[in-house]
């Protein structure tokens, strides 16, 4: 018994050594793990950097975007979408000649006359014309300088409005719709149940009524946006107005005795247009004036007459 327990303990101690010794390897083993990544991480600090900095200028192109789309930042000249409308007032001496020239100008800079109304001169007016000038943007300079020559110009503004998200939106919208409708197509040609059938073309139907619909809204956008609209107001010299207001007593006088002429003046006019209507009314107060008074006359000698007298036998 005592042979068996002198081997059992120094199996053990064996066993024990074995177990320290693996477990000295194992955590050798973890340290050295720890150290070589601790140097790979060291050893390339400079890509780490270089991705720190990409990674920085990923997140500043995505804050610069988003302060664009915020309006916060604006977008570049280049990728704006600008609506410019404008007026031009000019002074001309001859309106109808004026609009022609510059219904000539616009058209060889390649835009387009959308309206115009004319009006010819009198005697006491010497005419105008109006017209609705479809220029495109990058001439509009160009345009208005050439019509600036037309005559003299009395005032020429201009505003715009930034409609570049508007259409970033639609253009999105459009683009989401086209391959929704596209999928609905795939999805119909395979379909064979009637009633999945009438479900998918009602659905296409919806969705290429709503795509036409935007796509009509981005046509019209794109013309605004790509032909700025100038209003054209062309007329002759304005009348100048003389001060001729009293400046002394024999001008007041004068003034009054004017202002007193042209009030009997417009009192005799009003008599005139008055004088046969008063006559009318004349004629016909007389008419039952006297039929008033033969019937007064008839009853006086009614009464007048002596009733006779019963004679006595």
Same mark, same amino acid.
């Given at each position: 018994?005592?042979?068996?327990?002198?081997?059992?303990?120094?199996?053990?101690?064996?066993?024990?050594?074995?177990?320290?010794?693996?477990? =000295?390897?194992? #955590?050798?083993?973890?340290?050295?793990?720890?150290?070589?990544?601790?140097?790979?991480?060291?050893?390339?600090?400079?890509?780490?950097? $270089?991705? @720190?900095?990409?990674?920085?200028?990923?997140?500043?192109?995505?804050?610069?975007?988003?302060?664009?789309?915020?309006?916060?930042? $604006?977008?570049?000249?280049?990728?704006?979408?600008?609506?410019?409308?404008?007026?031009?007032?000019?002074?001309?001496?001859?309106?109808?000649?004026?609009?022609?020239?510059?219904?000539? *100008? *616009?058209?060889?800079?390649?835009?387009?006359?959308?309206?115009?109304?004319?009006?010819?001169?009198?005697?006491?007016?010497?005419?105008?014309?109006?017209?609705?000038?479809?220029?495109?943007?990058?001439?509009?300079?160009?345009?208005?300088?050439?019509?600036?020559?037309?005559? &003299?110009?009395?005032?020429?503004?201009?505003?715009?409005?930034?409609?570049?998200?508007?259409?970033?939106?639609?253009?999105?919208?459009?683009?989401? #719709? !086209? =391959?929704?409708?596209?999928?609905?197509?795939?999805?119909?040609?395979? =379909?064979?149940?009637?009633?999945?059938?009438?479900?998918?073309?009602?659905?296409?139907?919806?969705?290429?009524?709503?795509?036409?619909?935007?796509?009509?809204?981005?046509?019209?956008? &794109?013309?605004?946006?790509?032909?700025?609209?100038?209003?054209?107001?062309?007329?002759?010299?304005?009348?100048?107005? *003389?001060?001729?207001?009293? !400046?002394? @007593?024999?001008?007041?006088?004068?003034?009054?005795?004017?202002?007193?002429?042209? @009030?009997?003046?417009? $009192?005799?006019?009003?008599?005139?247009?008055?004088?046969?209507?008063? =006559?009318?009314?004349?004629?016909?107060?007389?008419?039952?004036?006297?039929?008033?008074?033969?019937?007064?006359?008839?009853?006086?000698?009614?009464?007048?007459?002596?009733?006779?007298?019963?004679?006595?036998?």
């Amino acid at each position: 018994m005592s042979d068996m327990t002198a081997l059992d303990r120094v199996a053990r101690h064996r066993l024990r050594l074995g177990a320290a010794i693996a477990l =000295a390897l194992v #955590l050798a083993w973890l340290l050295a793990g720890c150290s070589s990544s601790d140097d790979a991480g060291w050893s390339t600090s400079g890509g780490g950097d $270089a991705a @720190f900095e990409d990674s920085a200028e990923a997140m500043d192109v995505e804050d610069r975007a988003a302060a664009e789309e915020s309006g916060e930042i $604006a977008a570049p000249q280049a990728d704006r979408s600008v609506i410019v409308t404008g007026a031009l007032y000019i002074t001309v001496e001859d309106p109808i000649d004026a609009a022609e020239r510059a219904t000539r *100008v *616009v058209r060889d800079a390649g835009g387009r006359v959308d309206s115009r109304s004319e009006t010819a001169p009198d005697e006491y007016y010497g005419g105008s014309a109006w017209l609705t000038l479809r220029i495109p943007a990058d001439a509009l300079d160009r345009v208005v300088d050439d019509l600036r020559d037309l005559g &003299d110009v009395n005032e020429y503004s201009t505003s715009s409005y930034d409609v570049t998200r508007e259409v970033t939106d639609l253009d999105a919208q459009i683009s989401t #719709l !086209r =391959a929704s409708t596209q999928r609905i197509e795939a999805l119909l040609d395979q =379909a064979e149940d009637i009633d999945d059938i009438i479900a998918l073309e009602s659905e296409l139907d919806r969705r290429q009524a709503e795509l036409e619909s935007l796509e009509a809204r981005q046509r019209g956008l &794109d013309d605004q946006v790509s032909m700025s609209t100038i209003e054209l107001s062309l007329t002759t010299e304005p009348v100048v107005i *003389v001060d001729d207001s009293p !400046r002394s @007593f024999w001008s007041g006088l004068v003034s009054g005795w004017d202002a007193l002429v042209g @009030f009997l003046s417009g $009192a005799l006019v009003v008599a005139g247009v008055l004088l046969p209507w008063i =006559a009318l009314a004349g004629l016909i107060a007389i008419g039952a004036l006297l039929v008033v008074r033969a019937r007064r006359s008839r009853k006086r000698a009614a009464s007048d007459v002596p009733e006779p007298v019963a004679s006595e036998d």
